[in-house]
Structure formats: structure tokens, C-alpha cells
């Protein structure tokens, strides 16, 4: 028996240091510095007036650091929400391309992501939180209705700020993930793999940060180099991965309230998705449609996830051809209730 206890000896010593490991390498693989916090609290703080760049947006009690498109532009106001692990330097082609055909578009980095919206513990991070800042920033940015645009985790929150507020959105865009109602009672009863270790304490963010952040830079073979740099000093900084993971452990939160997300939609949708998209089946978007009561479209791009960066072009042409039908339908009932309008007074005259 002696040999055993030396066995298991031997196991838990090993099973130590290579804890201490890869706890070592984590620690110095992150900016102690906080170099990305730093430049973001010298950016200008968004006032009425500003047109293009990076600024920062106070509100709901928290600042966002954003990228701000067109904003001196005429056009309905344009919201687009980042997913895991990104920023919205994702969206800078859909942000340019949108400014130059007449919108004012804002892209945040949303609550985890942002220096300044980083509160602690899983429960900040639920979906309706969530929601409620994109409210919060449309409002400080003078957006009353606005189009919305979201991908993987930014498609979540876009779902439930389209089904709570339809009063607030012109129009839906929703890439790679989902009606949340399709598909949360899967997760919630038997999550992927990756969500399991992502919604652990600790080990995921050794895991991606150790060696330099070597689990991320997998992530973004696809990225332009300029997008990578910014994603890896986010995450680099200590608490912004557990931050940004929280979001997968408010998980349970979000399946509480599932009832909510449940209204009929009542605003015109897109739905983009990949042919490799795991995420996407035949069944949930089945049952999908059936939560749109309203225009509605989809989309099947020869991709996998990352929509933006594999399909760029497309992506962004059949954005804006949406916003565009939209718009010119808005356009329409506008003019047909104007001549009403201008009918009515002339029979009252007469």
C-alpha cells in the first residue's frame, strides 16, 4: 500500500505545480499597467456635436467606450452590439459603410468590455441588464428610434431589446445566434462543452490567458491585425476576461426570465447565419419564425461564425438593403398619412 500512497503522492504534487503553472503564466501574461484603460479614459467624452472617432458615452451609471460614425448625418440612428471575445472594432466596415449612406451609427463596447462598465460578480451580467444599456446609450446619443444590429452575444441582447421594446427599434439585424427562446432551455439543460469550462471559476481565464493570451490569439486568425491588437489589450488587463465571461455565467439568470422573451416580434428581421454555423439548425429556425410576427428574412452565408470577417461584403450589403426597405417602407406610410392628413382639412374647409 505504501507504493499507492506514493502514487497519489506524486499525482497531487504534480497536479500542483501545474496549477502554479499555468497560474504563473496567467499573472504574467497581463498588462498590470492597464495600458487599454488608460488610453480609453483620454478619449473625449461623447458631446452633442461629435461626428467620427473613438468616444467615451456615459450612461446608466457606467461609461462605454465607443466608436461613433456619421453622426453630423441626417439618417435614422444605427446601434450595433459586439459579441465574445471582440469589440466593436468589429464593425468598423458595417460603421463606415453605414455612415456613407446616411446614418448615425454607434458601436459600444458593451458592459465588461468597456474600463469604464466592468461591475463585479455574474449576476451584473444578466441579458436584461444588458439590454438596458443599450437603451441608456441610444438615449445619451439623442437616438429616440434607432436600427440595431448585434452578433453572438451582441444578437442576445439585440433579441431582447427588439422583443421589450419595439417602440424603440426601426429594425432588427440578427447574426449567427438565434430567437433566445429557441434555444436557451437546450443550454440551460445541457450546455456545450466550451460553456461548461467557460462558466467555471478561474480555469478559463488561466486557460486563455497563459502564454501571452495564446487561447485567445486562436480566436482571431480571421482578424485584421489592428482588431486583434485591441481585442488582446482588452483582455490582457486583470478582471476584464472575467468580466466579459460573466456573461456566460449569468446564463441561469437569463433562463429565468425566459417568459419575458417570448412576446411575438413586431419588427421587421434579418437573420443572418452560416452554413457552418453550430448555433444554427433547421429546428430552431423553424420555431424562429414563428416568434416574428412581422417582416422577416433570412440569410444563408457560405461561413461559420465569424459572419463579419469571413463574409464581409455580404454582410454588410444585406444589412443596409434592410435598413433600406425599412426605411423607404417608413417613408411611405409617412407620405399616405400626410395626404390623409392634408384630405381631412381640405373636407373640413369645405
Same mark, same amino acid.
Given at each position: ?113 468597456? $474600463? +469604464? *462598465? ?6 451584473? /451580467?444578466? %441579458?436584461?441588464? @444588458?439590454?438596458? &444599456? !443599450? =437603451? ?101 488587463? $486583470? +478582471? *476584464? ?6 456573461? /456566460?455565467? %449569468?446564463?441561469? @439568470?437569463?433562463? &429565468? !426570465? =425566459? ?92
Amino acid at each position: 500500500m505504501r507504493w499507492l500512497k506514493r502514487i497519489f503522492l506524486a499525482l497531487g504534487v504534480s497536479l500542483v505545480l501545474a496549477v502554479a503553472v499555468l497560474a504563473g503564466g496567467s499573472f504574467l501574461s497581463l498588462d498590470w499597467d492597464r495600458q487599454h484603460s488608460a488610453r480609453t479614459e483620454a478619449l473625449p467624452v461623447f458631446q452633442k456635436g461629435d461626428s467620427d472617432g473613438l468616444v467615451r458615452i456615459e450612461a446608466n451609471g457606467m461609461t462605454f467606450r465607443a466608436r461613433v460614425y456619421g453622426l453630423s448625418n441626417r439618417g435614422p440612428g444605427l446601434l450595433l452590439l459586439h459579441g465574445f471575445p471582440e469589440t466593436s472594432a468589429m464593425w468598423e466596415p458595417l460603421g463606415l459603410a453605414a455612415a456613407a449612406a446616411g446614418y448615425r451609427v454607434v458601436a459600444f463596447d458593451q458592459r465588461g468590455y468597456s $474600463p +469604464g *462598465a466592468r461591475p463585479k460578480g455574474a449576476s451584473s /451580467y444578466a %441579458a436584461l441588464d @444588458l439590454a438596458q &444599456d !443599450v =437603451l441608456a446609450v441610444a438615449d445619451a446619443v439623442g437616438f429616440g428610434r434607432f436600427h440595431l444590429v448585434g452578433h453572438d452575444w451582441g444578437c442576445n441582447v439585440g433579441w431582447a431589446v427588439t422583443i421589450q421594446h419595439p417602440d424603440r427599434v426601426l429594425s432588427w439585424s440578427g447574426l449567427s445566434i438565434p430567437h433566445p427562446a429557441t434555444l436557451l432551455a437546450d443550454v440551460a439543460r445541457d450546455p456545450p462543452t466550451y460553456i461548461k469550462v467557460f462558466t467555471a471559476p478561474w480555469i478559463p481565464e488561466v486557460m486563455l490567458t497563459f502564454n501571452d493570451l495564446a487561447g485567445l490569439r486562436g480566436t482571431y486568425e480571421l482578424a485584421t491585425s489592428e482588431q486583434r491588437d485591441e481585442y488582446l489589450a482588452v483582455f490582457s488587463e $486583470p +478582471g *476584464a476576461l472575467t468580466a466579459a465571461l460573466n456573461w /456566460y455565467r %449569468a446564463i441561469p @439568470l437569463s433562463f &429565468d !426570465v =425566459l417568459d419575458e422573451l417570448t412576446p411575438p416580434i413586431r419588427t421587421s428581421t434579418l437573420f443572418i447565419y452560416g452554413t457552418r454555423e453550430g448555433w444554427v439548425t433547421p429546428d430552431y429556425l423553424e420555431r424562429q419564425r414563428e416568434f416574428v410576427a412581422a417582416p422577416y428574412e433570412e440569410l444563408e452565408l457560405d461561413a461559420a461564425h465569424w459572419l463579419m470577417q469571413e463574409q464581409t461584403e455580404a454582410v454588410v450589403a444585406a444589412v443596409l438593403a434592410h435598413l433600406q426597405r425599412v426605411d423607404d417602407a417608413r417613408s411611405s406610410m409617412d407620405r399616405r398619412g400626410h395626404e390623409r392628413s392634408h384630405l381631412s382639412r381640405e373636407e373640413a374647409a369645405m
